[in-house]
């Protein structure tokens, strides 16, 4: 389904499913060059409205020079809620439940990677 026809350049986007709450998908969007993360919600169950401009920033300082590698989970912790996982620029690894918070060193020896998956 197209969700857009232009305007997602210079972003990287995340799947992690529905974060609201309310049955439908959203999408999560860094902004590389200010590292800006945005939350676009979803307003039906196939993804539709996720181009409409309705979204709530939700992040800042999210470049990729403090935050290089940078992926979306659904529902890590079996409580309905979804994650974050990034690694720093020194390679820990840092787990961001619910998409707040200043993230949970969780690993390291990341430096060098290219991907998170």
């Known amino acids: 389904m197209l969700i857009g026809d232009g305007g997602w350049s210079g972003y990287e986007i995340m799947a992690p499913g529905d974060t609201t709450g309310n049955g439908h998908v959203d999408l999560l969007a860094r902004r590389t060059a200010t ?6 919600t979803g307003t039906g169950p196939q993804g539709e ?3 409409s401009g309705d ?3 939700i992040g ?3 470049t990729t020079t403090a935050h ?15 994650s974050v996982w990034a690694a720093n620029s020194a390679g820990s ?3 961001y ?3 707040q918070g200043g993230g949970n ?5 990341l430096t060098g990677f290219h991907a998170l998956n």
């Not at 590292?35 to 676009?40: A, I, N, R």
């Not at 290089?68 to 979804?82: I, N, W």
């Not at 060193?105 to 020896?109: D, L, Q, R």
């Open 55 to 57: 979204r709530t920033q």
């Open 93 to 95: 690894l840092l787990f």
């Open 97 to 99: 439940p619910n998409i």
């Open 105 to 109: 060193a969780v690993g390291s020896g």
């Open 68 to 82: 290089p590698l940078v992926t979306s989970v659904p529902d890590v912790l079996g409580d309905g809620k979804r």
């Open 49 to 51: 409205g996720l181009a």
């Open 60 to 62: 800042t300082g999210w």
């Open 35 to 40: 590292g800006e993360f945005y939350l676009h």
